[in-house]
């Protein structure tokens, strides 16, 4: 099996060879087949254990255990113990779950401090297997079905080749030691059942499975290239840029069949897997809403608008003092005194300095917002002003209003002024503002 890693890793990870590498060990045979790999072919390797506190005692004989086999080796180990039931319940989550969100985390920190380039996990042959079933039981699209990648991120997994069968013989030939987990032998767990019920029996009828899988993996992952590249195009065509909006034309939509199967692909990308839920925004009323944990879809009038989920930590108004020449954030003003009224147009105004009263503050629309339109009789109340102007609900959301220390309505940047501040025969003193449209 060395041969067959070496010229494995020569071939398509021959970087790994003159790099500094981590390997994420739970002292169990395939990432103690993997050190040994590593640690024969002289990589730069250090060895990461995660103690998840799970199985008593055992938890912690099993970092004993890696630490002692590291100190033979000669190689750094490094370990960190989490309070993964803790975890699980502040996060709502199943305890698997809880484990893969703690070390990941932890890798990630440990890649900053340990400076490491490549961190390595021994997921297998066997282990594709399984993950295929799984995603398939779970009626996964393609993507699901073309298994482990053995790059992500920088993350490699180098024994996706090698068999569990393989990694066992070489155990035995080189008289490397393990540690059993015993939870492996429980099947509580969905990847326990089929490793110890379904897949034997399929190993049992046709001998060849994993070399089955491997040809049926690549005919899948070939067939996904194909589609992916199918979508990226039909996006390019579809998806229109509006500022930090993407707005897709439902009409185009709509010629899409099988529907549902383009609506996935179109929108997976965004956090939307549901396509019943994306069928049904394209036909709702306008103004109904999709969130996944990233994105946020919106149904207006004829198009649906993606826009990303930015958490606001900025406050709700911002204050405007009276000598203050000119604004930076949430958007861009200069304000300044001047003799007379030259260009007036959306983006600049010109009010009597003598009305406003101090300090001015920007601010977003709330339910009740009236004005008095500049150039109209009577006011006006900022929904219907916003309903006249075909604004779309996050249109809406991001406009910026500039008032008064009273609250009342000076400007709708960059679209209307007020009548109550306009410039008259009585003005004194006049101040222009100008919005610097970013």
């Given at each position: ?31 103690m087949v993997l050190t040994y790999l590593c640690h024969q072919l002289q ?114 997994r180098p024994l996706l080749p090698f068999s569990r069968d393989d990694i066992?013989?070489?155990a035995l030939q080189q008289n490397i030691k393990w540690r059993e987990d ?257």
């Amino acid at each position: 099996m060395l041969d067959s890693f070496k010229t494995h890793i020569t071939k398509h990870f021959p970087y790994l060879l003159t790099s500094k590498v981590a390997i994420a060990s739970s002292g169990g045979i395939d990432s103690m087949v993997l050190t040994y790999l590593c640690h024969q072919l002289q990589i730069n390797i250090e060895v990461l254990h995660c103690n998840f506190q799970l199985r008593g005692a055992a938890s912690n004989e099993d970092e004993i255990f890696l630490q002692q086999q590291t100190e033979m080796l000669k190689i750094p180990f490094y370990s960190v113990l989490f309070d993964t039931d803790d975890y699980a319940k502040k996060h709502k989550v199943s305890t698997q779950i809880a484990a893969r969100e703690l070390r990941y985390q932890w890798f990630k920190a440990q890649k900053k401090i340990l400076s490491f380039e490549y961190l390595l996990t021994a997921h297998h042959a066997d282990d594709n297997l399984e993950t295929f079933l799984i995603n398939f039981s779970r009626g996964t699209g393609i993507d699901g079905l073309t298994g482990i990648p053995e790059i992500n991120d920088f993350i490699i997994r180098p024994l996706l080749p090698f068999s569990r069968d393989d990694i066992f013989q070489y155990a035995l030939q080189q008289n490397i030691k393990w540690r059993e987990d015993s939870s492996n032998a429980e099947t509580k767990y969905l990847r326990n059942k089929l490793r110890h019920d379904l897949i034997p029996k399929l190993k049992e009828i046709n001998p060849g499975i994993l070399k089955s899988f491997e040809n049926t993996k690549n005919h899948l992952k070939g067939a996904s290239e194909i589609l992916n590249n199918h979508i990226d195009i039909l996006r390019l065509d579809v998806f229109n840029k509006r500022g930090d909006e993407i707005v897709v034309p439902i009409s185009a939509l709509e010629k899409l069949l099988p529907k549902e199967t383009y609506l996935y692909y179109l929108f997976k990308d965004y956090g939307f897997k549901e396509p019943s839920d994306l069928v049904s925004i394209t036909e709702s009323q306008s103004g109904k809403q999709l969130f996944s944990d990233t994105h946020r879809l919106i149904k207006n009038r004829d198009e649906i608008i993606i826009t990303p989920l930015i958490d606001n930590i900025n406050p709700s108004h911002f204050f405007i003092n009276k000598e203050q020449a000119s604004v930076v954030a949430p958007i861009k003003l200069s304000i300044d005194l001047v003799g007379r009224i030259k260009e007036e147009d959306q983006h600049t105004i010109y009010v009597d300095r003598e009305k406003l009263k101090f300090p001015l503050k920007l601010r977003k629309w709330e339910n009740g917002d009236y004005f008095y339109p500049f150039g109209m009789e009577g006011k006006k109340k900022l929904s219907k002003f916003f309903k006249d102007e075909k604004y779309s609900l996050i249109s809406k959301e991001n406009q910026w209003l500039l008032c008064d220390s009273e609250n009342t309505i000076i400007w709708v940047v960059g679209k209307r002024a007020d009548n109550r501040f306009k410039v008259t025969e009585r003005t004194e003193t006049i101040l222009k503002i100008h919005f610097i449209d970013a």
